[in-house]
């Protein structure tokens, strides 16, 4: 525990050697005492010297022990930016990551020059957990008609938070991957998944900050990580429109395997492996024409 008269200088130097310690981000701490001060970093960095009150000090205390046991720092402080908007995210949802927003990012880019500009468009979010994706894409692109799927009924409580707090409108739907639509007689223009994808043997090397607390059901996917992609090649048929586009976020590596189950599924249609900002497969897409 950190003095209750200590500065902010003080306290992140407290923390950045205690999570260096424990193998966590050293800038953890400065992420969890703008929360608590409510503070941007141009302000924290201005206010060095600034005394905490004995509360804020046992508060930070407590987070930083919280993080050390390896719990995310989203979740304690129940927040997570994405695509420039924050979102509320906790232990029933997993917590949205810069490589999702390069999937909006570039379905975005693609929706021209696929589909006419005069005609609104019915998108899917499949396994939309926070809501990130169905709710960026509808904020970003007002004209679709935006529909959010999940299987959990807690998860799709914090999705339905999320778009109230932004202000989107969003039909969300419980059910398992597009068995809802299927139901329901449905068909999309434009069907997004950041599916499970983690090979079950992977648990054992993974950090116990993601494996301890993100929701297992979003993260794991049979023995080699593709088992919610091939039960998508089942029902994608049933339920995409001709012109259509397909996005997938996908683990490194699984490019290749992925591209290929949407080829053989839809042999007519034209599919691409895209690369995040690291040079990782990340993403792969498939356009029905």
């Known amino acids: 525990m950190i003095n209750s008269a200590c500065k902010v200088y003080e306290a992140l130097n407290w923390a950045s050697t205690a999570f260096k310690e424990h193998g966590r981000d050293e800038n953890a701490g400065e992420i969890l005492l703008k929360f608590f001060l409510k503070m941007t970093r141009p302000q924290l960095l201005a206010n060095l010297h600034y005394e905490l009150s004995a509360e804020e000090a046992e508060r930070f205390s407590h987070a930083v022990q919280d993080h050390i046991t390896g719990v995310p720092v989203q979740y304690i402080t129940g927040i997570e930016e994405f695509y420039g908007r924050t979102f509320t995210v906790n232990e029933e949802v997993l917590i949205p990551r810069p490589e999702t927003e390069e999937l909006?990012?570039?379905?975005?880019?693609?929706?021209?020059?696929?589909?006419?500009?005069?005609?609104?468009?019915?998108?899917?979010?499949?396994?939309t957990g926070s809501g990130a994706i169905a709710i960026t894409m509808k904020l970003e692109k007002p004209g679709l008609m935006v529909t959010g799927t999940d299987i959990a009924a807690e998860s799709l409580k914090v999705a339905k938070c999320n778009a109230d707090a932004l202000h989107a409108e969003i039909i969300f739907v419980q059910g398992d991957l597009l068995q809802p639509a299927i139901e329901a007689g449905e068909k999309f223009d434009i069907v997004l998944s950041n599916p499970p994808y983690i090979p079950d043997a992977d648990k054992e090397t993974m950090s116990i900050v993601v494996t301890g607390h993100e929701p297992h059901r979003a993260l794991f996917a049979g023995t080699d990580g593709l088992d919610f992609y091939r039960r998508f090649m089942l029902q994608l048929p049933?339920?995409?429109?001709?012109?259509?586009?397909?996005?997938?976020?996908?683990?490194?590596?699984?490019?290749?395997?992925?591209a290929g189950l949407l080829k053989e599924t839809f042999p007519e249609a034209?599919?691409?492996?895209?690369?995040?900002?690291?040079g990782k497969d990340r993403m792969v897409f498939a356009h029905l024409k």
């Open 270 to 278: 034209s599919v691409s492996v895209e690369y995040d900002i690291n």
């Open 104 to 127: 909006v990012y570039h379905t975005i880019n693609k929706i021209p020059a696929i589909f006419k500009g005069d005609e609104t468009l019915r998108l899917i979010d499949v396994g």
């Open 238 to 258: 049933r339920v995409i429109k001709t012109p259509g586009l397909i996005g997938f976020e996908i683990g490194a590596g699984q490019g290749t395997q992925i």
